[in-house]
């Protein structure tokens, strides 16, 4: 794609004051006493988490505990089905039982890919709470899931989203189309 | 509890109403020419579901399946954890493959029955969407879960609701306290 062809919502300047936003909403919702995960969906999801977890210290949050989750969507074309979200990997050091878990993500879409996430989770104990944090809310969802702090909600249905990250991909921009 | 320390927030004629405004809803935003499924969620919202494929069918609706799952809260006492939703039966008699769902209960409150819904639908096949109707929105969410269709939402937090239906109550009410 030219990148004529595609709008930029949002460029690295605009990325770093929405999870700034993110990062002060998310503090504020934080229940006194509880211990706290921050979890990303790999392998953005992660690269947020770790962005929320170095500016929710710097703001002077207390115990996180940071893990990630690899969740890979496969097509399963031997049964004609469609994407199906598996669990690949799990890297959380900590027990979740009682904890307030962020979960995050770049994009919910679908929201195929959180319901695996959340039974992951789930498998692993008994969380106090799991809300999720997204950079990008985008129309289409097939699961009755919903994000609980919204970076950029986009409004136009089926046109993709593009999240790039430094850290993953080498550069740092949110654009549709 | 004294008949006179609850507040009642719905009668007979209310859910009735509630349930009518619902079906238009679900109604016009069924998509076109794909299967749909109405599952209830044991025992209110399998009761309220056998009322909204009443009134779809009356309305004109075709084609629609019903079905129930029975999600059983209990705890488990000997980990000391929290109460846990399990799956106890379920009866589904179509392919949800393909099929646009909606899952119906009576009170929205945690989300992990809906989430252990969601898990037995998506074990049973890919259905193309899930969608979830309640009669009641309670705050008290600890998972990012959403209902797309609600009748009433309740904005008292640590107040509980209860729901009486004829079929399954002997009493048709909703309220909290």
Tied chains: 1, 2.
Excluded: C, W
């Amino acid at each position: 794609m030219a990148a004529a062809s595609s709008d930029i919502l949002l460029d690295g300047a605009g990325i770093h004051a929405t999870m700034d936003r993110l990062a002060g909403e998310i503090l504020s919702s934080l229940p006194a006493g509880v211990p706290v995960g921050i979890i990303g969906i790999r392998r953005r999801g992660e690269v947020l988490a770790q962005r929320l977890v170095h500016e929710l210290n710097r703001r002077g949050a207390a115990g996180l505990e940071a893990g990630s989750l690899d969740i890979t969507l496969y097509r399963d074309d031997l049964a004609e089905l469609g994407p199906q979200a598996i669990l690949r990997k799990t890297e959380i050091d900590f027990d979740i039982n009682g904890r307030y878990i962020i979960l995050v993500d770049d994009v919910l879409y679908t929201g195929r890919s959180v319901r695996s996430a959340i039974d992951a989770l789930v498998d692993l104990g008994r969380p106090k709470a799991i809300r999720l944090a997204v950079l990008v809310d985008r129309p289409g969802r097939e699961l009755p899931v919903q994000a609980d702090f919204v970076g950029l909600k986009v409004e136009q249905s089926d046109v993709p989203v593009t999240v790039l990250l430094t850290e993953s991909d080498g550069a740092e921009e949110v654009r549709v189309g």
